[in-house]
């Protein structure tokens, strides 16, 4: 079993910068052999995909359109941590945003039903 929590999140201006992080914990957990996912969700929309990192060193880093160039996933395994690294906030980035996780098993995970694992979310509002 698996528990993540996320922080970071806030009211931050358009333009500003905001770090979230996912801290995960468990019983004998080896947080590097997972593949982390970072999904947002506003009210009255479906979840969606933000970005991915894969297992161990997280040399693959995949991001959702809206977000790419913007937005940095990162991890530290000896923190059992991921972040995301948001900056040049826009208002339609405004969202409730979780982390997910899942062993990995290669590939692209953006699909929320490939995740096992979910935090509880954190609030992220950009004030225009």
């Known amino acids: 079993q698996v528990h993540l929590v996320e922080s970071g999140g806030g009211l931050e201006q358009a333009g500003g910068s905001l770090r979230l992080t996912c801290a995960a914990s468990g019983r004998s957990l080896d947080f590097s052999v997972y593949h982390v996912g970072w999904f947002r969700q506003a009210p009255g929309k479906e979840r969606e995909f933000v970005a991915g990192?894969?297992?161990?060193?997280?040399?693959?880093?995949y991001y959702a359109d809206s977000v790419k160039g913007r937005f940095t996933i990162s991890r530290d395994n000896a923190k059992n941590s991921v972040y995301l690294q948001m900056n040049s906030l826009k208002s339609e980035d405004s969202a409730a945003y979780y982390c997910a996780a899942r062993l990995d098993s290669g590939g692209y995970h953006l699909d929320p039903a490939d995740y096992e694992f979910w935090g509880q979310g954190t609030q992220v509002t950009v004030s225009s």
């Open positions: 990192v894969n297992y161990w060193s997280g040399e693959r880093r």
